[in-house]
Nanobody, 124 residues
Framework: QLQASGGGLVQAGGSLRLSCAASGYISSHTSVAWFRQVPGKERDFVAAIKWGSRNTDYADSVKGRFTISRDNAKTTVYLQMNSLKPEDTAVYFC???????????????????WGQGTQVTVSS
């Protein structure tokens, strides 16, 4: 089970931190990622992290602004979002999957488990 939180309304240039609390079986092979969706569009990859390694991956649109991290003890993944832009406005989803290969981290179909979304709104 994945529980996302931390969304809200922020002005452009501001910051937010999303949290994804994971319960159930988490192994070193589990990958956790964030996707986002705006109405009428597909869910797009944002960032991913593998539980048992230092591997992180980011969409080009968020590189240098967003940071994904994890807290092993709390089985929680964070998405620190800085320098937010109006185009970052979306519903953000936390997802997880076992044994996601690196070349597939940006693929929606690579993840078996999806949490509920949290709304992020960036005003200009």
């Amino acid at each position: 089970q994945l529980q996302a939180s931390g969304g809200g309304l922020v002005q452009a240039g501001g910051s937010l931190r999303l949290s994804c609390a994971a319960s159930g079986y988490i192994s070193s092979h589990t990958s956790v990622a964030w996707f986002r969706q705006v109405p009428g569009k597909e869910r797009d990859f944002v960032a991913a992290i593998k539980w048992g390694s230092r591997n992180t991956d980011y969409a080009d649109s968020v590189k240098g602004r967003f940071t994904i991290s994890r807290d092993n003890a709390k089985t929680t993944v964070y998405l620190q979002m800085n320098s937010l832009k109006p185009e970052d406005t979306a519903v953000y989803f936390c997802v997880a999957g076992p044994s996601v290969i690196r070349s597939s981290v940006a693929s929606r179909t690579a993840y078996a488990y999806w949490g509920q979304g949290t709304q992020v709104t960036v005003s200009s």
